[in-house]
């Protein structure tokens, strides 16, 4: 069964960090670039940050993360994570992951809320 299956999220004050996990299942996520996106309350879905299969190493972020986050991935565990670092209350949304374009059917995302 193909699955995304995100985790790591919490509460946070803000200038905190928090590392997210996405595991994958049923497919060989390094044969796909992957990319992190995030859905704030009343909003879009839009992307965070992308990943290139396993050999490339590229990494690209939308500007509102540059510098603070850092995309990675395991292939071996088949997992991509997302290094959250100097947190903002403006960065509070679910955080999916996904192949990039999307094609596998969206996780349940984990909740990112920063707040003091």
């Known amino acids: 069964q193909v699955q995304l299956v995100e985790s790591g999220g919490g509460l946070v004050q803000p200038g905190g960090s928090l590392r997210l996990s996405c595991a994958a299942s049923?497919?060989?996520?390094?044969?796909?670039?992957m990319s992190w996106y995030r859905q704030a309350p009343g909003k879009e879905r839009e992307l965070v940050a992308t990943?290139?299969?396993?050999?490339?190493?590229?990494?690209n972020y939308a500007d509102s993360v540059k510098g603070r986050f850092t995309i990675s991935r395991d292939n071996a565990k088949n997992t991509v994570f997302l290094q959250m670092n100097s947190l903002k209350p403006e960065d509070t949304a679910v955080y999916y992951c996904?192949?990039?374009?999307?094609?596998?059917?969206w996780g349940q995302g984990t909740q990112v809320t920063v707040s003091s």
């Open positions: 990943i290139t299969r396993a050999g490339g190493g590229n990494t």
């Open positions: 996904n192949t990039r374009p999307a094609i596998v059917k």
């Open positions: 049923g497919f060989t996520s390094s044969s796909y670039v």
